[in-house]
């Protein structure tokens, strides 16, 4: 395996892991529309500052198709996520953000563009059942935690439908590119409701923990890791991709209790094992989602360029 590859995932397994923990730092401090829309404003206008330098340009089309997606990865996917980092641990944060291959199967074979087949159906009920493990008697009793989780569900079955659409729409072929488009249209939405909600009125002064946290989600969450995210969207299947949500979770957990202070119980052990027997049944009984076709993308090459 390429070098190349192996940092590649090495930035969705580990970076992306850790990021729910400085998460978790920022939105103590700055709210968390307002974290996410800045996060994502700054690292897309660095990235899309480096691509108009190399010459790639996108089409009206390509911002159309990438202002969808930065509705579904950004504004539903990030925005609840980070809004729910508020009141859920940074490391069950990561779980339920896990089930994210299950939500893209389960996608697929709704579309009709791969089977529901029998190890699709246990994982499915396999994640179910780690996810009822992990917050089942909080849901039922309505506490803050039980909101936050239900809203990371949303945003990773969000995140899952906008991995499925990505890899179809007409966005633009080079990931420098695909990645700033994307997160500056998602920031653009994040930081309208972020005006909406009112967060702007209660911004305060951070402190240093906060703003490294931020710091640290703009260079290596966004930046590094989107764009090594879309890079290997090109050449992997989407389920393959996704098997990050394997490693996340175990890298978030093992933060959260050495410099977050967050208690690794029985439950939440039994939640992980539940949820990556899920994520490994329906890796296993998902083909590989059919991409673009290459001369199709070659032929939208050229309109990048000017």
């Known amino acids: 395996?390429?070098?190349?590859?192996?940092?590649?995932?090495?930035?969705?397994?580990?970076?992306?892991?850790?990021?729910?923990?400085?998460?978790?730092?920022?939105?103590?401090?700055?709210?968390?529309?307002?974290?996410?829309?800045?996060?994502?404003?700054?690292?897309?206008?660095?990235?899309?500052?480096?691509?108009?330098?190399?010459?790639?340009?996108?089409?009206?089309?390509?911002?159309?198709?990438?202002?969808?997606?930065?509705?579904?990865?950004?504004?539903?996917?990030?925005?609840?996520?980070?809004?729910?980092?508020?009141?859920?641990?940074?490391?069950?944060?990561?779980?339920?953000?896990?089930?994210?291959?299950?939500?893209?199967?389960?996608?697929?074979?709704?579309?009709?563009?791969?089977?529901?087949?029998?190890?699709?159906?246990?994982?499915?009920?396999?994640?179910?059942?780690?996810?009822?493990?992990?917050?089942?008697?909080?849901?039922?009793?309505?506490?803050?935690?039980?909101?936050?989780?239900?809203?990371?569900?949303?945003?990773?079955?969000?995140?899952?439908?906008?991995?499925?659409?990505?890899?179809?729409?007409?966005?633009?072929?080079?990931?420098?590119?695909?990645?700033a488009t994307t997160l500056l249209c998602g920031a653009a939405f994040l930081l309208v409701a972020s005006l909406v909600a009112g967060e702007y009125n209660a911004v305060a002064t951070p402190s240093w923990l906060a703003l490294g946290s931020l710091a640290y989600l703009i260079v290596f969450g966004s930046i590094v890791a989107f764009t090594a995210y879309y890079w290997l969207l090109d050449r992997y299947s989407a389920t393959l991709v996704s098997t990050h949500t394997y490693v996340n979770p175990a890298v978030a957990v093992l933060l959260g209790w050495a410099f977050g202070g967050e208690d690794v119980s029985t439950t939440l052990v039994l939640g992980l094992l539940l949820i990556a027997a899920s994520i490994a049944l329906v890796g296993t009984d998902s083909p590989a989602p059919v991409p673009i076709a290459a001369g199709e993308r070659r032929e939208r090459s050229l309109d990048h360029l000017t």
């Open 1 to 179: 395996m390429h070098l190349r590859v192996i940092l590649a995932f090495a930035a969705i397994f580990i970076v992306w892991g850790s990021t729910y923990l400085a998460i978790r730092y920022a939105v103590a401090e700055i709210p968390p529309l307002l974290t996410a829309g800045v996060r994502h404003l700054t690292a897309g206008s660095v990235l899309y500052a480096w691509a108009w330098a190399k010459g790639y340009r996108a089409t009206r089309r390509e911002w159309a198709h990438s202002a969808v997606v930065g509705v579904l990865f950004f504004l539903v996917g990030h925005g609840t996520l980070h809004w729910a980092e508020q009141s859920v641990p940074s490391g069950l944060a990561a779980l339920l953000v896990a089930t994210e291959p299950l939500w893209i199967a389960l996608l697929l074979a709704a579309l009709g563009i791969s089977r529901l087949g029998l190890r699709t159906l246990v994982g499915a009920l396999l994640g179910l059942a780690g996810v009822w493990a992990l917050v089942g008697t909080d849901v039922t009793s309505g506490s803050a935690l039980s909101v936050g989780a239900v809203a990371i569900l949303v945003g990773a079955a969000s995140w899952g439908a906008g991995v499925v659409y990505a890899q179809r729409a007409a966005m633009p072929q080079n990931p420098t590119l695909r990645t």
